[in-house]
């Protein structure tokens, strides 16, 4: 059986080919609990996305002059697309946890085929990142707010101030999630983990997620892009009875777009632990650690 030693120092490179690599060793494991877990989500998520856009661009552009007499119209289609973001956050949500449960299992020599044995812990797990996410961003965000509203004719330079501020403490998180499942231990033991390990690594971290969302994010436009000339080239040609089926293509175009994005945005998640994994060996040294004590 092919498989990825995990525990080992990577540059920026190393960990991209690594990303790939481990999809490829890795994919019989991770599309099973993807498409029981994720795909549900996944699907209604671009569902109500599409169908949101779809019927307010149809709206907007179809019957412009009743919309703008009764704005009301587009509460419907507001509501669909509030729906759509939601489940956007839980499919999200769901592709870090498959990840991370995932990775923990890789680092520890072999993913279990059983999905019960596989969901063990990591749905409990899933919702404690999202609770402790929540009471670190929160009152950050309502202290911004306290202080914008105090400072009004110094906002800019408030937020000028506390933008680097918020950026810091979001690159200085980022391997949170993978300490939590890896390491287990409390949600503090793992903020305290990610903390020290970016520990002179803060610009190595944000460059690979940068350099990962980027590389992602262009592969999935590869796949958007011919979708949407298609779509231009159908609508140029179509006729005026076509014309009127406009709102569902731009549905299904948003919802190719967000089915991709979200879909390329779980190897950012694949990548960050495989960045976690990299500092952990080279401040902790395990692997060498271990080869001594089975030498000895």
């Known amino acids: 059986?092919?498989?990825?030693?995990?525990?080992?120092?990577?540059d920026i490179g190393q960990i991209i080919s690594d990303t790939f690599a481990y999809i490829r060793v890795h994919h019989k494991t991770l599309l099973k609990p993807f498409a029981v877990y994720v795909l549900?989500?996944?699907l209604l998520s671009v569902a109500l996305l599409g169908g949101g856009f779809?019927?307010?661009?149809?709206?907007?552009?179809?019957?412009?002059?009743?919309?703008?007499?009764?704005?009301?119209m587009l509460?419907?289609?507001?509501?669909?697309?509030?729906?759509?973001?939601?489940?956007?956050?839980l499919t999200s949500w769901l592709f870090l946890s498959v990840v991370h449960q995932h990775?923990?299992?890789?680092?520890?020599?072999?993913?279990?085929?059983?999905?019960?044995?596989?969901?063990?812990?990591?749905?409990?797990?899933?919702?404690?990142?999202v609770a402790t996410y929540i009471g670190l961003m929160v009152p950050i965000y309502i202290a911004i707010f306290i202080l914008a509203m105090i400072l009004q004719d110094l906002f800019f330079i408030a937020m000028l101030v506390l933008t680097p501020l918020f950026f810091y403490v979001v690159v200085k998180l980022m391997l949170f999630p993978a300490a939590y499942f890896i390491e287990g231990g409390s949600p503090t033991d793992a903020i305290k983990r990610s903390w020290s390990l970016t520990d002179d690594n803060f610009w190595v971290t944000f460059g690979v997620y940068f350099v990962v969302a980027l590389i992602f994010?262009?592969?999935?436009?590869?796949?958007?892009?011919?979708?949407?000339?298609?779509?231009?080239?159908?609508?140029?040609v179509g006729d005026a009875a076509f014309e009127e089926n406009i709102g569902i293509l731009m549905g299904v175009f948003y919802g190719v777009m967000y089915f991709f994005q979200l879909i390329f945005s779980s190897a950012q998640f694949i990548s960050l632990g495989l960045h976690f994994f990299n500092l952990k060996e080279r401040k902790d040294g395990t692997a060498l650690r271990d080869q001594i004590d089975q030498l000895g």
């Open 217 to 236: 994010g262009m592969l999935s436009y590869l796949i958007i892009i011919p979708v949407m000339i298609l779509l231009v080239i159908v609508i140029n």
């Open 40 to 42: 549900p989500a996944l």
């Open 103 to 129: 990775l923990q299992f890789a680092a520890e020599g072999e993913v279990p085929t059983h999905l019960g044995e596989f969901s063990k812990g990591m749905f409990v797990k899933g919702l404690v990142l």
């Open 75 to 89: 509460i419907g289609p507001g509501v669909t697309l509030f729906l759509g973001f939601i489940f956007v956050i």
């Open 54 to 72: 779809g019927s307010m661009f149809a709206d907007i552009t179809q019957n412009s002059t009743l919309v703008e007499s009764d704005p009301s």
């Open 1 to 10: 059986m092919q498989t990825l030693k995990l525990d080992k120092p990577r």
